[in-house]
Structures are given as structure tokens and as C-alpha cells.
């Protein structure tokens, strides 16, 4: 009984821990700079694919999947908002038919989430639920999407924790230069040399 307690007790350890993974988006050469996406995944959800600026990884049941990916868009801060509802119905279309929920956050409208029912063909227990959310801001878009079985409630919420943890992290320096350079005082100007003395008059 003990021994059996203590696999469970490791079984569930091991579910619970998590671990962040990342993809890059580079814009330096557009004269912008390097933005980091970044997720929380559980710790035995395996890579399936992963590229500089996206990656795919699945659960154990091999049938739960989330893509994380990250690109850089020439927007002002005031169109994102645009920009991410727009990403969003992008990734819903490649759905196929569905009837998606699309929503900006109030106080964020930049970020925005999306659900979706994928019906299987036929309909059954196959179905797929995804869901997913979009981040843009300083020049950067993040989506990440999860889909998991409609009936399998653990790992439907396992996909919603995982892109509720969806973050941005940019850096703005421009190409070439270093953030000590950016952030350095600009050198004060040489004083001016003082003239030469002259030269004493010759005597008649």
C-alpha cells in the first residue's frame, strides 16, 4: 500500500511540474529588436517540432497539441489591437467551418483569445477543442494554440493554463548598438587648447 501511495504521489509530482519554452522573433534588421514568446508547458509534454520562431509540442496522449509562434509586424502601439484580432481569425479560419468565440481583453485589447469546436468526421469522440490567444505589442505578434479532445477535461484545462501563460518580452535596442551605448551619458566636448604664447621681438 505504501509503495503504491508513493507512485502515485511521484506520478503526480512529475504533472505537475512545468517548464518554459520559447520562441524568437528578430526584427533588428527592420531597425527593430528581439522579442521572446513564452509559454509554461507540463514537463512531459515533448517537442514535435521547433524552429527559431515557432515550435509545435504534444502531450503523453499524443493527441493534445500546442503551437507557440512568434513574428515581427509593422504596427504602432494603437493598431495592435487590430493586428492581434486579425491573427486571431486567421488561426480560426485554418479551423475550418467552425463557430469560434473571439474576445479582446477589456483592459488589454491587444490581447486577444479565441475557442473553437473542431468536429471530427463522423462527430464523435474525436472532436477537438482549441483554443488559443494572441499577444502584439512593441512590433511583435505571439499566438499560441492548444486543441485537446472535447471529452478529456484534464487536458482541456491543461490547454487553457498553458496559453493564459503566453508572454511578450521585447528589447528595442537598434542594430549595432549596445544597451551600455544607449544608455551611456554622451562624452563632454574637449576644451578648446589654449594659443600659443609669441615670440619676443627681435632687437634693431
Not at 502515485?8 to 522573433?25: D, E, F
Not at 527559431?52 to 489591437?81: I, M, Q
Not at 468536429?119 to 485537446?148: L, M, Y
Amino acid at each position: 500500500m505504501k509503495k503504491l501511495s508513493l507512485v502515485i504521489l511521484t506520478s503526480l509530482c512529475a504533472c505537475a511540474t512545468a517548464r518554459t519554452v520559447q520562441v524568437k522573433s528578430d526584427a533588428r534588421l527592420s531597425g527593430g529588436g528581439e522579442s521572446l514568446a513564452k509559454i509554461d508547458l507540463p514537463a512531459d509534454w515533448y517537442a514535435s517540432s521547433v524552429k527559431g520562431d515557432r515550435a509545435t509540442y504534444f502531450a503523453p496522449d499524443n493527441f493534445t497539441k500546442v503551437s507557440l509562434s512568434a513574428s515581427s509586424v509593422l504596427a504602432a502601439e494603437g493598431a495592435c489591437a487590430d493586428f492581434a484580432r486579425r491573427a486571431a481569425e486567421d488561426a480560426v479560419k485554418e479551423l475550418g467551418k467552425v463557430t469560434p468565440e473571439i474576445a479582446a481583453d477589456p483592459s488589454a485589447p491587444e490581447r486577444v483569445t479565441f475557442m473553437a469546436v473542431v468536429p471530427a468526421s463522423p462527430p464523435g469522440p474525436s472532436d477537438r477543442q482549441v483554443v488559443g490567444k494572441v499577444i502584439c505589442r512593441n512590433g511583435v505578434q505571439a499566438v499560441a494554440t492548444c486543441s485537446s479532445g472535447t471529452q478529456r477535461a484534464t487536458m482541456a484545462n491543461a490547454c487553457q493554463g498553458i496559453v493564459d501563460s503566453l508572454v511578450v518580452e521585447t528589447s528595442a535596442a537598434p542594430v549595432g548598438v549596445r544597451t551600455s551605448q544607449v544608455s551611456a551619458a554622451p562624452a563632454a566636448p574637449a576644451a578648446p587648447a589654449a594659443p600659443a604664447p609669441a615670440a619676443p621681438a627681435a632687437n634693431p
